[in-house]
């Protein structure tokens, strides 16, 4: 399929264009805290060359006792202008899973209004599988201006998910595996309901990824989503268990040209923490 500067490039399109001067590539590397991986030492032991660290729990907002939940515009704006991500770039997101929490900062830019922001497809794994260069040096950072513009309508909170269960106006789709959607599965995170949002509907992330970890492209991907009971004539907000994943879903919309989607920054991590809200089971 063909390269998206705006969704996904290929490892054969960054390859190509590693030296461009306007480029910054960006290691997004998170894991869950029983997965025994440390991103930044990974990161700090090799990555992508020029790539630069984008610590997702660093830049987020500090005042919420969620995790990771979108920084404000000012933090974000002074943590880009450091890291030498400014305008005019073009920004390229990896992560060492594959496709996992690259696009969780993907969603992050273009909730800062920042268009012009792309995926490696498969990520660090298929980049090394192919014999690709690494390093280990940190990159020269220079300071570059960034204006940022927030874009509201692409994040919900608690209340207007609420709304849309009561409603059933948007579709909630939730990228968490079948056991934790079921219930059947425990939570990672302490005091978390088992469960799911009422009338949501399952979509595990991983389903709409290849065996390289790439994303499944054109009829594919549209079945993965129809197979899983969305319309994708109908607007969909993401969910997931901290916000992560549910990008993964909201990458995979906009590459199918589906763009009336909004993710719930919150997720599960928020909705299963407060007992006046409905859970469903099974």
């Known amino acids: 399929m063909a390269d998206d500067p705006k969704t996904l490039v290929s490892t054969e399109w960054l390859a190509a264009h590693l030296n461009d001067p306007d480029l910054r590539i960006l290691d997004a590397s998170w894991y869950m805290p029983d997965a025994g991986r440390d991103a930044r030492a990974e990161y700090e032991a090799a990555h992508i060359p020029n790539a630069r660290f984008f610590d997702i729990e660093e830049i987020s907002d500090h005042r919420s006792s969620l995790p990771h939940m979108a920084p404000p515009v000012e933090k974000f704006m002074s ?42 497809d498969g990520g660090l794994p298929k980049w090394l599988a192919e014999g690709r260069a690494v390093e280990d040096m940190p990159p020269v950072l220079r300071e570059r201006h960034i204006t ?41 995170r302490e005091g978390l309901r088992a469960g799911h949002i009422p009338g949501s509907i399952n979509l595990h992330y ?27 004539g109908r607007p969909v907000i993401t969910s997931c268990g901290s916000g992560v994943t549910a990008a993964v879903l909201s990458l995979a919309l906009e ?17 299963g923490m407060f007992p006046e809200l409905q859970v469903e089971t099974g």
């Open 79 to 120: 943590r880009m202008r450091a890291t030498g991500v400014g305008d005019g770039h073009q920004v390229v997101i990896y992560d060492g899973a594959g496709l996992f929490s690259a696009a969780r900062v993907w969603w992050l830019f273009r909730l800062m209004g920042k268009s012009d922001v792309a995926v490696l």
């Open 206 to 232: 991983a389903r709409l990824l290849q065996a390289d970890g790439t994303m499944l492209r054109g009829a594919a991907l549209r079945a993965a989503f129809e197979v899983a009971g969305v319309d994708l």
């Open 255 to 271: 590459v199918l040209g589906h763009r009336d989607h909004a993710l719930y920054d919150g997720s599960w991590a928020e909705w």
């Open 148 to 188: 940022v513009q927030r874009q509201a309508h692409l994040v919900r909170d608690v209340s207007q998910v609420a709304a849309a269960v009561k409603l059933r106006d948007w579709q909630i789709v939730d990228a968490r595996s079948p056991e934790r959607f079921r219930g059947d599965a425990p939570e990672p």
